[in-house]
């Protein structure tokens, strides 16, 4: 791991609901989005339609950058995302147990989204 988060942040990035996440559309102008999320194994793993902009938008350029909502400690995260061909049991429990959700039986929201961080800018 390249960049450091402390236990304060981890701990949100483990509990908080939603961040808000910026990708890039395909004229270069930003897309931004609160979207539920869980922080599983230092990765933050998003669950979306494939037809959503921002799946369309990572498609085409997989750079990142999400925020936890807190502005008055903020955590920004850059990172490289990819979609999940296979998706782990572990990340399919994180999403049960954070939201009651069984991302596995969810045919709406059909894409897995992983983010790997790549540098942590607060």
Not at 5 to 21: F, G, H, M, P, Y
Not at 41 to 62: D, F, M, Q
Request: aromatic residues 10%; contains cysteine; hydrophobic residues 45%.
């Amino acid at each position: 791991m390249e960049y450091m988060i402390n236990s304060n942040d981890q701990k949100r990035l483990a509990t908080e609901r939603n961040l808000w996440l910026a990708t890039v559309r395909p004229n270069g102008a930003p897309h931004l989005v609160p979207i539920w999320f869980v922080w599983h194994e230092n990765k933050a793993y998003l669950c979306t339609s494939r037809n959503s902009v921002k799946a369309k938008n990572i498609a085409n350029n997989p750079r990142v950058e999400f925020a936890l909502e807190g502005g008055d400690d903020p955590v920004l995260i850059q990172g490289t995302a990819r979609f999940l061909d296979v998706v782990s049991a572990g990340i399919i429990a994180a999403f049960q147990t954070k939201f009651g959700w069984d991302i596995s039986s969810d045919a709406t929201y059909n894409a897995v989204i992983e983010i790997t961080p790549t540098r942590v800018v607060l």
